[in-house]
């Protein structure tokens, strides 16, 4: 969707003499204080794939922000390029003239603001309606689309409301409808929560979670906080000093920390709200198999819990003591998934530690993870559960 080639930014009084002084090793700080010239970001290269949520992630000054306006050119680069993809070609933004970025940015690219940016002597209707005006889109055609937009995130009955008779939240959903109702490619989003009190901002977090579920659109979002950032992320992109130092989604972020910078970011982190099954399993090739016969694979220590695999590694029978169990599909317990006697649960390998927890409750027996055509991976039980939880990188290392 859009690529960062080698993107450095500069701002002071002479961006050459600091990109000759980064070329001769000169460090961020030195180049500071012997130009009064701050590096911003510094050969940054990363991908935004298309329908995912990356995130750009890092304390105050590591360039995130600045990065992430170089997605629609409010900032233009020193050195490097942002491509943007259009049909089947690339437009390079650092390089676009007054005419190409006008169109990029009236259909292709959306942008959320921190501080809502909602126009005060408009309505409601009136600021999601604007980058439709725009655009030049007929006016009963505009507010069919802002009508839309407005009930997707759930403000229909405050149309005719003016953004002072909102609280912060809901001006908020303003914000990201009037992004939406362009229908643009990519939304950037600059920390767009950070305003907002706790309770607001952890809805607002599970809104743009459920809207993407239903539009899934291509998005750049900016924050500072990590939980947040490994809430929304697909992938997430932690910066410091103005590059990127570790890339990779939530799970691996968190248990393979690659820099100490990254590792006491993580410290910290719930590992209920990070980690998978498939990080956590024993996995198949570990398990025991019964001495009689070796398409019995023993699900537990005393081999009381057992199931029979085929070649291809489909489950066809399983047991718990002598009596024969039922495996079902777990879910999470949403539709309140039964768990009599003789019951074993069984997920994907992304299921949440969360859903294990649970599974392994209710049935005491292992969650069998499975692909999605049926073959079995591994187990998670009791043990995997408490190492995760009392040190993540070591569930995945040891």
Known sequence: MIVFENVTNVFGPSPNDALERLGRGHSRDDILEQTGNLVATQDVSLQVRSGEILVLMGLSGSGKSTLLRCANALVRPARGRVLVNENGGATDLSRADAATLRRIRQRRISMVFQRFALLPWRTLRGNVAFGLEVRGLPWEQTLEIVDQMLELVGLSGWKDKMPHELSGGMQQRVGL????????????????????????????????????????????????????????????????AGRVIQIGTPEEIVTHPATDYVRKFVSHVNPLNVLRGGSLMRPLASLARAPEETSVVLLDDAGITRCRIDDAGRMTHAWIGDSKATVIAYDGGTNGTPAGAGTLFSCGQDAAIRVAIDAIHRTGQPLLLVTPDGRLVGIVAGREVLKGLSSPAASVTA
């Open 177 to 240: 409808a009037r992004a939406l109702a362009t229908n643009a490619d990519l939304l950037l989003l600059d920390e767009p929560f950070s305003a907002l009190d706790p309770l607001i901002r952890n809805r607002m977090q599970g809104e743009l979670l459920a809207l993407q579920r239903d539009l899934k659109k291509t998005m750049l979002f900016v924050t500072h906080d990590l939980d947040e950032a490994l809430k929304l992320g697909t992938r997430v992109a932690i910066m410091e």
